[in-house]
């Protein structure tokens, strides 16, 4: 009844900057936190950032400094802004939310975009 959708992923050069979309569509009656993830070959996936519904974010380590979330929650839209990429950045990236439907408005579930992947060559 609801899906994610990712774009903006593709090949960028080392220190260079890409933006991400994930756009929620479907029977949405809400969503509460919102967030992203990565999975490079042969490693599990990663939580990088994450957002409320009121703005409240958190990052990964790894990512802190470099990469900013945000949300449009009138698009049902979550971001991340990535710059300063490196060639260990190369990864699938999948956005994640907790949306409720109209049909069950107290259910939260656990919804995963199919993911986009960055490359960043050196």
């Known amino acids: 009844q609801v899906q994610l959708v990712e774009s903006g992923g593709g090949l960028v050069q080392a220190g260079g900057s890409l933006r991400l979309s994930c756009a929620a569509s479907?029977?949405?009656?809400?969503?509460?936190?919102m967030g992203w993830y990565r999975q490079a070959p042969g490693k599990q996936r990663e939580l990088l950032a994450a957002?409320?519904?009121?703005?409240?974010?958190n990052y990964a380590d790894s990512v802190k400094g470099r990469f900013t979330i945000s949300r449009d929650n009138a698009k049902n839209t979550v971001y991340l802004e990535m710059n300063s990429l490196k060639p260990e950045d190369t990864a699938v990236y999948y956005c994640?939310?907790?949306?409720?439907?109209?049909?069950?408005?107290?259910?939260?579930?656990?919804?995963w975009g199919q993911g986009t992947l960055v490359t960043v060559s050196s």
């Open positions: 957002i409320t519904s009121g703005g409240s974010t």
């Open positions: 479907g029977n949405i009656f809400r969503i509460n936190a």
């Open positions: 994640n939310a907790g949306i409720a439907t109209w049909s069950r408005p107290n259910l939260f579930l656990n919804t």
